[in-house]
């Protein structure tokens, strides 16, 4: 499954992923990006126009990431309209949260992105995360101001804390699921310090599993059900090979940003952070 890339930065990386352990830059695509394969994706921008106006760009590469053509676009006043998550379940079969006053509505396209249709599922306050795995719906937001966040798995709430934000607005949330019980969400707690949660019992509870100081964690991705990994401020890679019980830190030779992490099979991955450059394995 192909997932939301949010492309701004990479130096030079060195880390082992499934006995890769070079990175090469191949392109600067634009501001966020999803891999569907190796030749063709899907990346957006959010811009402000005016003193009160935001509107997005959703663009469409075929060609390796070389060049973007704009497929969609919405534009408004006061905050309209911005895209908060991007997420492929198969080549052709995608979904967008397009965030309008602050309230996010979830689309979906079966033909690539040609056309996009409503689900009827949104009405979220604040920046919404969307997630989909297989027939599965997974959310995690938090109320503006509010005190309490939520995950919500296909439209159920099934766990609210005051411990954790779940609110891309004010740190990055992400949700990777390895299987059909087992997931896991990258947020920060309530003192500011990323964390990583797990969870084995479909997202009813959850349990921390790396807590770091003064950082945020920005990705996470997992190339097998034993292998993943996540990404975050200050040039932080961390992996796991038990299936997120425990986590060691990987050497990045970088203190910059690093975004997030993606693999378009088991062996080629992209790691990608502050400043618009790509790297991938070789």
Known sequence: MKRFLFLLITLFLMTEVQGQTN?????????????????????????????????????????????FTTIRTK?????????????????DTGFIAEVCQGIASIYKTTDGGQTWTPTGYGGFYGM??????????YYAFSHPGGRESYFLKNGTVVYTTK??????????????????S????????????????????????????MILSNNQFKD????????GFVVGTNGTILRTDDSGENWQNVVS?????????DFSNDSIGYIVGNGGEMLKTK
């Open 23 to 67: 990175w090469s830059i191949v392109s600067q695509p634009g501001i966020n990006l999803v891999i569907v394969d190796q030749t063709t994706g899907y990346s957006y921008v959010n811009e402000t126009t005016g003193s009160h106006g935001m509107r997005y760009k959703l663009k469409k590469s075929t060609d390796g990431f070389q060049s």
């Open 75 to 91: 534009s408004g006043s006061y905050g309209c309209y911005w895209l908060d998550e991007m997420y492929y379940v198969a080549a």
């Open 128 to 137: 919404s995360m969307c997630f989909r795995q297989g027939n599965n719906r």
């Open 163 to 180: 411990k954790y934000v779940f609110a891309n607005d004010v740190s990055t949330t992400k949700i990777s699921f390895i299987n059909d």
């Open 182 to 209: 087992i997931g896991f969400i990258i947020c920060k707690d309530v003192l500011g310090n990323g964390v990583i949660l797990k969870t084995t019992d479909f997202g009813t509870n959850w349990s921390e599993k």
């Open 220 to 227: 996470v991705f997992f190339v097998t059900e034993n292998i």
């Open 253 to 261: 030779n970088t203190s910059s940003c690093l975004n997030s992490i």
